[in-house]
Each structure stands twice: as C-alpha cells, then as structure tokens.
C-alpha cells in the first residue's frame, strides 16, 4: 500500500523557533511537493522538488525553505516561525511529469503547526 | 495563484440523493483531478480526466470535462453519510509539475 507519512500530525511552536516537517515516501516516486492549506483559500504550493537534491519554488515560498537529501524524504523548514505561518501542512508526491497523469498526488496525512 | 473555482463552496443534501458539484479553471490542462478530504486529514486522489476525454466514471462518480468552457463536474450518486468531506478539483498543467488546486466544495450528507 502506497504511503506518505509526515512525521507530526500536531505541532505547537513559538514565534522565532525554528520548525521541521518532515516527510517520507515508499513509493520511489521522484516528485515531492509541500502545500499549505488556509480556510478559504485552498492548498497553496510552497515548495517541490524533481529529484534528489533539486528544489524549486512554487507560489509561497517566503519564510521557508526545503531539503532533499534522499529520494523518499522531502523536508520543510521555517527558519523563524511567525504567527502567519500557522497552518495545515501537507506533503504529497507524484511519478509521473509532463504526460497525461502529470500532477496526480498521493498526499500525506498533514501536519497541523500552531505558532504562537 | 488559484486555477480551480470550485461550485458551490457549500452543500447539504439528504442520504440518497446526488450530490453535483462545479469547477471552472482558466488556462490550458493536460488533465482534471478530483480530490477527497476528510476532516483535519489529507487528501484523497479520486478521480483523473484528461483533457481529451469528456466524461469518466468510478463507482458512484462522474466525472463530466468541457475544454471549451474550461469546466468540469462531479457528480456522486446516490450519496451516503460517509461522503461527507470536503472536494477539490485541481488542474495539472501542460508540461508542468505543478497541480493546483480550487478552494474546495464542503459537502454535508444528512443521514
């Protein structure tokens, strides 16, 4: 069974803390992907990455930044959490680029962060 | 930047009716995907359209896309308690690795 798991479903931070979500998948996809999702405003993408080491930002990307070291592991990273960065977040992967099945994503669970 | 506009952003029916629901997009697509999300978890890929195709069916869905009018429908028949969530379509677009996603439509299935 196909799985993306995201190591905290609940985290509560401090303004100025630094945050680390992480995120492993097993289903050797090369494409990993970071959203935030806000009441009313849908899932906006943060960050992805096509392969090991490559990162690319997508629509909202200031304040963070990302790593990816190994192929199943994608990380996010707040270098100094704010309250405005208090959200859902959720990580996803996908196989298959620039065909027919282009974006369709396996998400993880999600991690709710509260920053306070 | 928002592709999918999902339609209506709310709608309660009674257990056993069908539930329809709208979204419109703006750009050229390789395919339209529709998504599932439960309360507080992640989502939930259920359906892929390609762009060439006008109509897909899964089970109780329906999946309808106009290119011509950048739209798409899903229609879930026959609708129980459990397919209370929140649906999203998303657009992945024509050479790119981004999918975007509407703000979703919240269903409520009144047993």
């Known amino acids: ?116 | 930047s928002q592709q999918g506009e999902e339609d209506p952003q709310a709608l309660s029916i009674q257990e056993g009716e069908n539930a329809t629901m709208n979204c419109s997009y703006k750009t050229s697509i390789n395919n339209l995907q529709w998504y599932r999300q439960n309360s507080g978890r992640g989502l939930v890929h259920l359906i892929l359209i390609r762009s060439n195709e006008r109509e897909k069916h899964s089970g109780r869905l329906r999946v309808t896309l106009d290119t011509s009018k950048k739209s798409s429908s899903l229609l879930i028949t026959a609708s129980r308690a459990a397919d209370t969530a929140s649906y999203f379509c998303a657009t992945g677009n024509t050479g790119g690795f981004k999918t975007i996603f509407g703000a979703g439509t919240r269903l409520f299935v009144k047993a």
């Open chain 1, 1 to 116: 069974d196909v799985k993306v798991t995201q190591s905290s479903r609940y985290l509560v931070k401090r303004t100025g803390e630094k945050v680390f979500l992480e995120c492993v998948q097993d289903m050797d996809h090369e494409n990993m992907f970071w959203y935030r999702q806000d009441p009313g405003l849908g899932l906006r993408l943060i960050y992805f990455s096509y392969d090991v080491k490559m990162k690319e930002k997508g629509d909202i990307p200031e304040g963070y930044s990302v790593s990816r070291e190994k192929k199943e592991r994608f990380s996010l990273i707040l270098e100094s959490a704010s309250t405005n960065q208090t959200s859902m977040y959720l990580c996803a992967s996908s196989l298959d680029v620039g065909g027919p099945n282009t974006g369709e994503l396996f998400f993880g669970e999600g991690s709710r962060l509260t920053v306070l």
